[in-house]
């Protein structure tokens, strides 16, 4: 590149960084899986700027770089792939309250199928409207609508096994 664009693309992915990697988190719920996934949309983006960077929305476009990347990610036979018999624990952060809700949402999150999640994270999360999500993901307004049903009436069936600290469900179990 050598028009100036590559500048114009290192302060593009310099400012943007932290908020692909929060997106990258909330989807992958690893830190290593997020930046695996960062790291290769911004690839992505590098080989593709020319075109990009003339997108009407860039923030959007790039948004759904990394989602299909997350997406497309679970097909490839090493995503599947895990060294370590069990994730070890993170320490609590001083003062930090919701912790164990945070936990229990985040392990629910992570067995809701992957586009389920995907429509999950951009809806509730990025609090995007289903047209956007939908664009996003390159399908209609009503698969949204059902991904989310489907994915929370999943979320709901999870979190019945073990619901968060506060969490109220009809007939819950006193504790």
């Not at 624990?89 to 999150?109: I, S």
Request: positive net charge; charged residues 30%.
């Amino acid at each position: 590149m050598r028009d100036g664009s590559e500048e114009e693309y290192v302060e593009y992915v310099t400012a943007r960084i932290p908020a692909l990697r929060r997106l990258a988190y909330l989807l992958a719920g690893d830190e290593h899986r997020a930046d695996d996934l960062v790291q290769q949309t911004i690839t992505t983006l590098f080989v593709k700027w020319r075109r990009a960077r003339t997108a009407a929305h860039l923030d959007g476009y790039v948004r759904t770089m990394l989602v299909r990347t997350y997406l497309d990610e679970r097909r490839l036979a090493w995503a599947r792939v895990r060294l370590l018999r069990e994730t070890p624990e993170r320490p609590a952060r001083a003062g930090d309250t919701g912790v164990e809700d945070r936990h229990v949402l985040r392990a629910a999150l992570a067995r809701v199928p992957r586009r389920q999640q995907a429509v999950l994270v951009l809806r509730f999360y990025y609090d995007l409207p289903v047209d956007e999500v939908a664009a996003t993901l390159g399908c209609s307004a009503g698969t949204v609508k059902s991904q989310t049903s489907r994915g929370l009436a999943t979320l709901r069936r999870l979190l019945g096994e073990r619901e968060p600290a506060g969490f109220t469900n009809q007939g819950s179990r006193s504790r």
